[in-house]
């Protein structure tokens, strides 16, 4: 009896710049422990050739793409099918290339969210379907998960951003998916919009850090939290962590997300699902590790 080959199966994640992405890791760990043949590798994409690179990389036999920044938007305008994430945030982080040729875009980045929401909260009793989200930010980033929030069942949806109409937009498009939601400005308190008795998640979407400002929330919303998440990340507590007075208040950073939105993609593509909590110890540990050393 022969034994049989398997062969090995490319994907990539596409960016620019790319270098810094922690993607390869990710897959490549998820690869190991399920035992596949999986190789993962960084593409950079000229800014203005995102769609020759998908189209090589089709040819090349390449099975799927995670896409960072600045291409989100253009994988989903490339993509002959969108998921229910993918259409509602007009953007997509993992496509998947059909043997027919066909381009399948999904948006994983708030499913990654809401399972690292969800662990976190069991560890204090609750589920995410039981609580109310304060989301700070109405931009790429904040619309890339309000699917998501509605699938898994949240109460509701409270978007506050510094330009007030774009919540109020967000918030709008919320409720048309069926997602009880309102929007507002930054100083809003929470009496304003929430739910009585359900548990306050604060999530920061918005890209301040970036610039090295926090975002000033009224300090009820902090009174009210069982958790703060920051969906950046970073070796050390973010800006957004620290500026949290209420030391009492659990706060996380995004990598979590980070890990289990490449395991929802490597789901999409495999099928198989690895265990991200388990990458998820390694990456942090290389964060560190990558910090050390600048
Ligand atoms: P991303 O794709 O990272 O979400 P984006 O679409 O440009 O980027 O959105 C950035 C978000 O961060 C927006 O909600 C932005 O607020 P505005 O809509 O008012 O621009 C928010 N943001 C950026 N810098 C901020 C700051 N210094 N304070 C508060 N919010 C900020």
């Not at 810094?20 to 190991?32: G, Q, V």
């Not at 774009?166 to 009496?191: M, V, W």
Request: charged share 15%.
């Amino acid at each position: 009896m022969t034994a049989s080959i398997c062969p090995v199966e490319r994907y990539v994640v596409i960016g620019n710049p790319i270098a810094h992405s922690m993607s390869p890791a990710i897959h490549t760990d998820f690869a190991a422990q399920l035992g596949l043949p999986l190789q993962y590798e960084r593409m950079l994409a000229p800014l203005d050739g995102f769609a020759q690179t998908v189209a090589a990389l089709k040819a090349a036999g390449v099975k799927g793409a995670n896409v960072t920044v600045p291409f989100k938007l253009e994988a989903c305008l490339l993509a002959d099918a969108l998921s229910p994430a993918a259409q509602f945030a007009q953007a997509a982080n993992t496509l998947k290339f059909l043997p027919e040729g066909t381009v399948l875009a999904d948006n994983t980045d708030g499913g990654g969210l809401c399972r690292d929401l969800d662990r976190q909260l069991r560890t204090l009793g609750l589920r995410l379907n039981q609580c109310q989200i304060l989301m700070v930010g109405a931009g790429g980033a904040a619309s890339g998960c309000v699917a998501a929030f509605q699938s898994a069942g949240v109460q509701h949806l409270t978007v506050l951003n510094r330009t007030v109409t774009k919540a109020r937009g967000l918030a709008q498009r919320a409720e048309a998916i069926d997602l009880p939601a309102a929007g507002g400005g930054l100083d809003t308190p929470p009496s304003h919009f929430d739910v009585p008795g359900a548990p306050v998640v604060v999530v920061n979407a918005s890209s301040s850090s970036l610039k090295g400002d926090v975002p000033v929330l009224h300090p009820d919303w902090f009174e009210r939290a069982v958790l703060v998440y920051d969906m950046m990340y970073a070796a050390q507590p973010t800006p957004f962590m620290r500026s949290i007075r209420n030391v009492e208040t659990p706060c996380s950073d995004g990598l979590g997300m980070l890990v289990l939105q490449a395991q929802l993609a490597f789901e999409v593509w495999t099928g198989q699902s690895p265990n991200a909590l388990e990458t998820l110890i390694k990456v942090r540990q290389l964060l560190l590790a990558k910090s050390k050393k600048q």
